[in-house]
C-alpha cells in the first residue's frame, strides 16, 4: 500500500521575492470593505446656495423635506444644527457622508451668539469622541468629529464681513476651514479675481487659519503636481451650483440658463466647482488626518489640562469656603462681645440709677 505524499505549499511568487509588498493591497481591501466616514459642516448665511451646493457635489437629494422660514420667524431665530447623513456607494466604494447644516446663521438682528451653538457642537463631538476612546469597546467608534467646514462668503460685498472674521477666528483652532465664494455666476471675471484676492488679504490680515492644501512629493507625477497647484491658486473657490440639467451646445448639463447663455456647473472656464470638489475627493485623506493629528490632539490635550485645572481650582474653592467661614465665625464673636459689653454697660448703668433714688428716699 502506498503512502500519500502531504501537498507541498508551492510559492506562487519568484524566488527571492518576501511578499511585504503586497501589503498596500490589503489595506486597500479592508477599507474597502470597511468604508469610509466623512463629516462636512456648511456655514453661511441663508440663500447663498449652500444647500444646493451639497446636492451637487454629491448627486443627492440631503435636503428633500425643507421648509424655508419666512422674514418674521428669522427675526428671533437661533442658530440650529441639522445633521443629515447618507450612504453614498460609488464603484464597490461605500462613503458614510454626514453634512451638517446650520439654518439660522446670521439671521438674526443681533448675530452676536449665533456661532456659539456651533462651537459647541464641534467641542461636543470632540469630547463624544474622546468619551469612546477612552471606553472599553473601541473597535467600533463612530467618527462624528467635524473633518471640514465649508464657510460660504457672500459675492455681493466687498470682501468679509465683521462676522465672516468673528466666526472663522472662532473655530480655525477647530476645524479646517474652506473658504468658497458662493453664487459666483453674480460677478464677472474681473470682479471674481479682485475678490479672491481681497479675501485672502483679509484672512491673512486679520490671521485666520485656513485649510492649506499640502504641496505634492516630489515622487508624485507632473500631472498630480500641476493639478495641486492649480487647487492651491484657486483658493478661496468660487463657485455656482445647479441640480437641473440643461441642454447646451447638443449634450445635457448641470447649469443656470439665463437669458443670455448657460453657465455650466462642471465647467472649469465658468466656475470652481470641479476644483473644489477634486480638491474635497483628492484631501480627504488628510483632511481626516489634520483633524485627528492636530485639531483633535489641541482639544484633547486642552480638554486634560482643564480636567487637571478643575480639581485645582476646587481645592481653591475649598480652601476660600474655609476662609469665608472663619472670617464669618470671627465676625460673629466680634459681634457677640461687643452685645454683651453693651449689655453690661447698660446694667452697669442701671446699678447706679437705682442707688441715687435709694439715698433720695
Not at 123 to 131: A, M, P
Not at 224 to 249: D, M, Y
Not at 263 to 277: A, T
Not at 332 to 340: S, V
Request: glycine share 6%.
Amino acid at each position: 500500500m502506498s503512502k500519500q505524499q502531504p501537498t507541498q505549499f508551492i510559492n506562487p511568487e519568484t524566488p527571492g521575492y518576501v511578499g511585504f509588498a503586497n501589503l498596500p493591497n490589503q489595506v486597500h481591501r479592508k477599507s474597502v470593505k470597511k468604508g469610509f466616514e466623512f463629516t462636512l459642516m456648511v456655514v453661511g448665511e441663508s440663500g447663498l446656495g449652500k444647500s444646493t451646493l451639497i446636492n451637487s457635489l454629491f448627486l443627492t437629494d440631503l435636503y428633500p423635506e425643507r421648509v424655508i422660514p419666512g422674514a418674521a420667524e428669522k427675526i428671533e431665530r437661533t442658530v440650529q444644527i441639522e445633521a443629515s447623513t447618507v450612504e453614498i456607494e460609488e464603484r464597490g466604494v461605500k462613503l458614510r457622508l454626514t453634512v451638517v447644516d446650520t439654518p439660522g446663521y446670521g439671521d438674526a438682528i443681533n448675530c452676536r451668539d449665533c456661532f456659539k451653538t456651533i462651537i459647541s457642537y464641534i467641542d461636543e463631538q470632540f469630547e463624544r469622541y474622546l468619551h469612546d476612546e477612552s471606553g472599553l469597546n473601541r473597535r467600533h467608534i463612530i467618527d462624528n468629529r467635524v473633518h471640514c467646514c465649508f464657510y460660504f462668503i457672500s459675492p455681493f460685498g466687498h470682501g468679509l464681513k465683521p462676522l465672516d472674521v468673528a466666526f472663522m477666528k472662532a473655530i480655525h483652532n477647530k476645524v479646517n476651514i474652506v473658504p468658497v465664494i458662493a453664487k459666483a455666476d453674480t460677478l464677472t471675471l474681473k470682479e471674481r479675481e479682485r475678490l479672491k484676492k481681497r479675501i485672502l488679504d483679509e484672512i491673512e490680515e486679520h490671521n485666520i487659519k485656513i485649510y492649506h492644501l499640502p504641496d505634492a512629493e516630489s515622487d508624485e507625477d507632473e500631472d498630480f503636481k500641476e493639478q495641486t497647484r492649480l487647487l492651491k491658486a484657486s483658493i478661496p473657490f468660487s463657485v455656482v451650483g445647479s441640480n437641473q440639467l440643461i441642454e447646451a451646445k447638443g449634450k445635457k448639463v448641470r447649469g443656470r440658463l439665463y437669458p443670455w447663455g448657460v453657465v455650466e456647473v462642471e465647467n472649469p472656464e465658468h466656475n470652481d466647482f470641479l476644483k473644489l470638489r477634486t480638491m474635497l475627493i483628492t484631501h480627504m485623506q488628510d483632511l481626516q488626518e489634520v483633524t485627528q493629528d492636530l485639531h483633535y490632539e489641541n482639544f484633547r490635550s486642552e480638554r486634560l489640562k482643564r480636567g487637571g485645572r478643575k480639581v485645582e481650582n476646587e481645592d481653591m474653592n475649598k480652601d476660600q469656603i474655609l476662609l469665608e467661614k472663619e472670617a464669618e465665625l470671627r465676625r460673629m464673636q466680634e459681634m457677640i462681645a461687643r452685645m454683651q459689653a453693651q449689655m453690661q454697660l447698660q446694667m452697669q448703668g442701671g446699678d447706679g440709677d437705682s442707688a441715687v433714688h435709694g439715698h433720695h428716699v
